[in-house]
């Protein structure tokens, strides 16, 4: 009896996904000429759960930017960063923490963020590009490994995607 219940316990712990080998990444892709910063407005009560839209105000501090990357290291020129979720995936992630249905990415020029006081970049909205997208962008910029890759600069896919400023300006 011993045995059949060893054996049903182990059976179970192995059939059972493991939840730290779950991955939902998106990728942050770099093809400007100089280095880029971020802040992926996640919601949830997580570390970054500031300015989650429709509030798209800078109130989130200087220490969360850049956090996804160890070091607080930024993107550089032909670099990417990747936000991964290992609870959820991002279906579920915009279902309970982000109601609006939209992610805000907010992406600085790492220069500006060295030269000016974070209160500066705060008041005059230094933000040079921010990401306004719905879980259906987030599938149209899907790669050829079905990982969501956005691009900074934005790309032609991304003409009709919510950001400040436009597209093309």
């Known amino acids: 009896?011993?045995?059949?219940?060893?054996?049903?316990?182990?059976?179970l712990f192995v059939s059972c996904e493991d939840w730290r080998h779950r991955r939902y990444p998106?990728?942050?892709v770099n093809n400007s000429e100089f280095a880029i910063s971020s802040y992926f407005a996640l919601g949830g009560g997580t570390w970054n759960s500031a300015s989650v839209f429709p509030d798209t105000t800078i109130s989130f501090e200087r220490s969360m930017v850049d956090r996804?990357?160890?070091?607080?290291?930024?993107?550089?020129?032909g670099g990417h960063?990747?936000?991964?979720?290992?609870?959820h995936s991002w279906e579920r992630w915009f279902e309970l923490w982000l109601p609006q249905d939209t992610l805000s990415i907010f992406i600085f020029n790492?220069?500006?963020?060295?030269?000016?006081?974070?209160?500066?970049?705060q008041q005059d909205y230094m933000v040079i590009k921010r990401y306004d997208l719905s879980l259906d962008d987030l599938r149209r910029l899907h790669n050829r490994f079905g990982v969501p890759?956005?691009?900074?600069?934005?790309?032609?896919?991304?003409?009709?995607?919510?950001?400040?400023?436009p597209f093309g300006e």
């Open 149 to 165: 890759e956005i691009p900074f600069p934005p790309d032609e896919r991304m003409r009709d995607m919510r950001m400040f400023p």
């Open 1 to 11: 009896m011993r045995r059949l219940i060893f054996i049903s316990f182990l059976l």
């Open 68 to 77: 996804e990357r160890p070091g607080g290291r930024p993107i550089l020129p």
């Open 110 to 121: 790492h220069a500006v963020l060295n030269r000016f006081p974070w209160s500066v970049i």
């Open 26 to 28: 998106i990728h942050l």
């Open 81 to 87: 960063t990747v936000m991964d979720l290992h609870i």
